[in-house]
């Protein structure tokens, strides 16, 4: 549930499976904890911030860190395979991550927006030259979108799964697999009060989804 001041989310499965009453009393414990607490919705709307700025980031990176291949049209969008910029300079970690994979890209033919972004570690990333940290190659992740209104495109799917050793060499890893779907309109300014009462009249498996069928590339496959 967006609203004004980020989004509003509740647990209803874990695992494939519906949360149990214990869990259930922790998730609503949560969200009463989020509308009672200034500070806590303070922290809210920063992660959400912080979220929206890096996404923002890594889609400012798409011009220039990467060289692209056009490889035809499907399912009304083109298809562009890319693979690292030699001459790009990447500085900062997001930017180093990146730029280090390789994939394809699907843009929408009709209203040229981004569709799907596929792409898959092709290298070891390194931090402190190995020292600090390492993400190990073969690592992908997957971001789709889908319209949902004239103006407005929504992220339907977000797969990451990556893993890596930190200092110390304890072991990192990363595995989200997200779906959503069922998008409707919301009054707008709505408040994080209003959107935590709008969520309890949603019922768990209402949402539909349809995503479009891309084929699954080869970093997915791994």
């Not at 394809?104 to 033919?109: Q, T």
């Not at 972004?117 to 979108?145: P, S």
Request: with cysteine.
């Amino acid at each position: 549930m967006e609203t004004a001041e980020g989004p509003i989310t509740r647990l209803e499965q874990s695992n494939g499976h519906p949360l149990d009453a214990a869990a259930r009393l922790v998730e609503q414990d949560r969200l009463n904890h989020l509308l009672s607490s200034s500070q806590e919705q303070a922290r809210h709307r920063q992660e959400y911030a912080d979220d929206e700025k890096r996404i923002g980031r890594i889609v400012a990176l798409l011009p220039e860190a990467f060289l692209y291949q056009y490889a035809g049209e499907e399912n009304g969008c083109y298809l562009l395979r890319f693979r690292p910029n030699p001459e790009y300079p990447a500085r900062s970690i997001e930017a180093r991550i990146f730029h280090a994979m390789s994939g394809e890209l699907w843009v929408n033919s009709r209203y040229k927006r981004l569709a799907l972004l596929d792409g898959r570690l092709d290298e070891n990333v390194d931090f402190g030259y190995g020292i600090l940290g390492r993400l190990y190659k073969g690592g992908w992740f997957r971001l789709q979108r889908t319209r949902v209104s004239a103006t407005d495109w929504k992220t339907e799917r977000l797969e990451v799964h990556m893993s890596g050793r930190a200092m110390l060499f304890k072991t990192i890893a990363r595995e989200t697999s997200e779906v959503r779907g069922g998008f409707a309109p919301v009054p707008a300014g709505m408040s994080v009060a209003q959107g935590v009462l709008l969520l309890d009249q949603v019922q768990p498996g209402n949402a539909v989804l349809s995503p479009v069928n891309f084929p699954m590339s080869r970093s997915s496959s791994n």
